[in-house]
């Protein structure tokens, strides 16, 4: 139903700055919850951030808050996250997903439905 495609990934050199975009396509996603995660090489999938169906609730990890915002344009199906301040242990591939509201935790993989396929996001040391 909900198809996601993330963009923005890249090389980045650390301390700099990094946006991440996850596009919906083909059905609005304003009732749904958003979150990013990431796998890093040889790690499982980590929560990264989250936000709810209507953007007045925000999750952070605590290995990146107070570094990455997480935001929704809804007319235009997006959610972004932006990036400051990067490690070299943000190194991952980061994936965006979608997921149904509920009363889940924002954290939990098991509440996200759908996932994009990820982008690829290096940070030189």
């Known amino acids: 139903q909900v198809q996601l495609v993330e963009s923005g990934g890249g090389l980045v050199q650390a301390g700099g700055s990094l946006r991440l975009s996850c596009a919906a396509n083909g059905r609005t996603f304003s009732n749904y919850r958003m979150g990013w995660f990431r796998r890093a090489p040889g790690k499982e999938r980590e929560f990264v951030a989250a936000?709810?169906?209507?953007?007045?609730?925000?999750v952070y990890a605590d290995s990146v808050k107070g570094r990455v915002t997480i935001s929704k344009d809804d007319p235009n199906n997006t959610v972004y996250l932006q990036m400051n301040s990067l490690k070299f242990e943000d190194t991952a591939v980061y994936y965006c997903?979608?997921?149904?509201?509920?009363?889940?935790?924002?954290?939990?993989?098991?509440?996200?439905?759908?996932w994009g396929q990820g982008t690829q996001v290096t940070v030189s040391s």
């Open positions: 936000i709810n169906w209507s953007g007045s609730t925000t």
């Open positions: 997903a979608a997921g149904p509201r509920s009363s889940l935790s924002y954290n939990l993989v098991r509440a996200y439905n759908y």
